[in-house]
């Protein structure tokens, strides 16, 4: 049974870092490139970058400079490192596959308030 759990998410002011993970089971993450996504109220869900099976990395411009993601290949777990975030990165945060993507985690919410 494959399973994707992200956690991590939580309320922090404009300007402050979260770490995202996100488990998987029944999928190896080190053979496929994985993409952390996010959705905002409203609005449809839109890929925030991706982690190649080698490593490589690619973000989408709202992210670009202030997002990192890694991988642990012996957790099998994925990490969206967000900085310098603003009220407008607010949304729902997950993570799949990126070809043939699996069932959705239930996602972790992240707020970015004052």
């Known amino acids: 049974q494959v399973e994707l759990v992200e956690s991590g998410g939580g309320l922090v002011q404009p300007g402050g870092s979260l770490r995202l993970s996100c488990a998987g089971s029944g999928i190896r993450f080190s053979i496929n490139t994985m993409g952390w996504y996010r959705q905002a109220p409203g609005k449809r869900r839109e890929l925030v970058g991706t982690?190649?099976?080698?490593?490589?990395?690619n973000y989408g411009g709202p992210v670009k400079g202030r997002f990192t993601i890694s991988r642990d290949n012996a957790k099998n777990t994925v990490y969206l490192q967000m900085n310098s975030l603003k009220p407008e990165d607010t949304a729902v945060y997950y993570c799949n596959r990126l070809v043939s993507p699996l069932s959705w985690g239930q996602g972790t919410q992240v707020t970015v308030s004052s």
């Open positions: 982690i190649s099976s080698g490593g490589i990395t």
